[in-house]
């Protein structure tokens, strides 16, 4: 059965980054990551829930040798404002000591979340620690964190999709859209 269901989502005002858009770009990073890798193993770390539909599209992608972990952070909950209180939920299983680290996240807004989790794993003496963001919004540029491969740069607009929710709603939405302002409210 053919459905277009999901782009006729009831509350979604408009569809920013396309399902193809993604999957092409996922698999250009990927590429890009696999050569930066060549030879050497990394740590690949998602940062959930929202980075969880990124990492297992990129994953498949990579042609290195990898472990995959994850990690948790408190983020914005019901709002749609950071609150700027990072809180580890759930930390690493692994030891990074001596090992490269590929953080991947969803989306990078403040930068408050992963200047947190930077600090927090550059403390364990990897290797080396990078990010790779499906998202990035132009307050990101405004912090110092270097994050060596972006997806998508999008406005300064509430997205959800593809992993990203509001509320913990819309994270199976295949692509990246706003939702309509009387969902908020
Ligand atoms: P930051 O600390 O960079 O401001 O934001 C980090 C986290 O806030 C992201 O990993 C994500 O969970 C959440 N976030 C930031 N902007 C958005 C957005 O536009 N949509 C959604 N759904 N979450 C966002
Ligand atoms: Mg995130
Ligand atoms: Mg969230």
Redesign the pocket.
């Known amino acids: 059965m053919t459905s277009h269901a999901a782009s006729d989502h009831p509350d979604i005002e408009k569809v920013l980054i396309s399902e193809e858009e993604i999957r092409d770009r996922l698999s250009v990073l990927g590429k890009q990551i696999s050569q930066a890798y060549e030879g050497e193993q990394v740590v690949v770390t998602a940062?959930l829930k929202?980075a969880f539909i990124v990492l297992a599209d990129f994953a498949r992608s990579l042609e290195v040798d990898t472990i995959f972990d994850f990690m948790a952070v408190s983020?914005?909950g019901a709002s749609?404002k950071?609150s700027g209180v990072?809180r580890i939920l759930k930390d690493l299983d692994v030891e990074i000591e001596g090992r490269h680290v590929l953080i991947v996240?969803?989306?990078?807004?403040?930068?408050?979340?992963?200047s947190y989790l930077l600090k927090n794993l550059r403390a364990r003496g990897p290797k080396s620690v990078e990010v790779m963001a499906l998202l990035v919004?132009p307050?990101?540029a405004k912090v110092d964190i270097g994050v060596k491969w972006t997806g998508f740069e999008?406005p300064n607009?509430?997205?959800?999709g593809y992993g990203?929710?509001?509320d913990e709603r819309y994270r199976n939405l295949p692509y990246i859209g706003t939702l309509k302002p009387e969902v908020y409210s």
């Open positions: 940062v929202g983020s914005y749609t950071s990072v996240e969803d989306i990078v807004d403040s930068g408050l979340t992963l919004k307050d990101a999008v607009e509430f997205v959800v990203l929710d509001y």
